[in-house]
């Protein structure tokens, strides 16, 4: 059974970085791509990017690029997404996902991020 | 980037009631379309893929069907525990993948 792990919540000030973790329980790891997805607080998934492990070349989405940094470590089995500039709408819950070639069958269980001065 | 547009945005139905969520592609996008059902407080859990497949372990009173750009899902028998918000997702082509703006499904 697949798992994903992520790491704690987070409390940020507007204008610094987070980095949140995301580590698979097995060695499916290098064989899937992993994506990140946000959730605003009562609102809808919104898919940020995603990265093969092992090809080291992430893809994001219009919308974050030049602001979000997403890699993975594959001796770690532990994947990574940093989000730099935080504003108060960053503020949300990020799911890291198992993405087979854009389906999501494992959901990390959400970090949330608040963005608060 | 592909839209989808999903429709109601939220419906109240009695238990054992038949109910239908529709979601429309921008684009044709095949049978490349997933459901995603999302408790509160909880990650989205996969229930159909490629538009009409049931992922292993869901109930059978879950389907769904379409292809091309108008597609449906379907609670039939609707149960207590159903209760919840259902999003439609695409993964045709290459990302950017998107999902619908979700249906919230209460009990009445």
């Known amino acids: 059974q697949v798992q994903l792990v992520q790491s704690g919540a987070e409390v940020k000030k507007p204008g610094s970085s987070v980095k949140v973790s995301c580590k698979a329980s097995?060695?499916?790891?290098?064989?899937?791509?992993i994506s990140w997805v946000r959730q605003a607080p009562g609102q809808g998934l919104e898919w940020m990017g995603v990265?093969?492990?092992?090809?080291?070349?992430?893809t994001y989405t219009q919308k974050f690029q030049g602001r979000i940094t997403i890699s993975a470590d594959e001796s770690a089995r532990t994947a990574y997404m940093e989000v730099s500039r935080l504003t108060p709408e960053d503020t949300a819950v990020f799911f890291c996902?198992?993405?087979?070639?854009?389906?999501?069958?494992?959901w990390g269980q959400g970090t949330l991020v608040t963005v608060s001065s | 980037d592909i839209q989808l547009t999903q429709s109601p945005s939220s419906l109240s139905a009695s238990v054992g009631d038949t109910v239908t969520i529709t979601c429309q592609a921008s684009?044709?996008?095949?049978?490349?379309l997933s459901w995603y059902q999302q408790k509160p407080g909880k990650p989205p859990k996969l229930l159909i893929y490629?538009?009409?497949n049931l992922e292993i372990g869901v109930p059978s009173r879950f389907s769904a069907s379409g292809s091309g750009t108008l597609f449906s899902f379907t609670i039939s028998g609707l149960q207590p525990e159903d209760v919840a918000t259902f999003y439609c997702?695409?993964?045709?082509?290459?990302?950017?993948?998107?999902f619908g703006q979700g249906t919230k499904l209460e009990i009445k």
């Open positions: 996902v198992r993405d087979r070639s854009g389906l999501f069958d494992y």
């Open positions: 097995e060695d499916t790891f290098n064989r899937f791509a």
């Open positions: 990265i093969i492990p092992g090809s080291g070349t992430p």
């Open positions: 684009h044709d996008i095949s049978h490349f």
């Open positions: 490629d538009a009409s």
């Open positions: 997702q695409q993964y045709a082509h290459l990302p950017p993948w998107t």
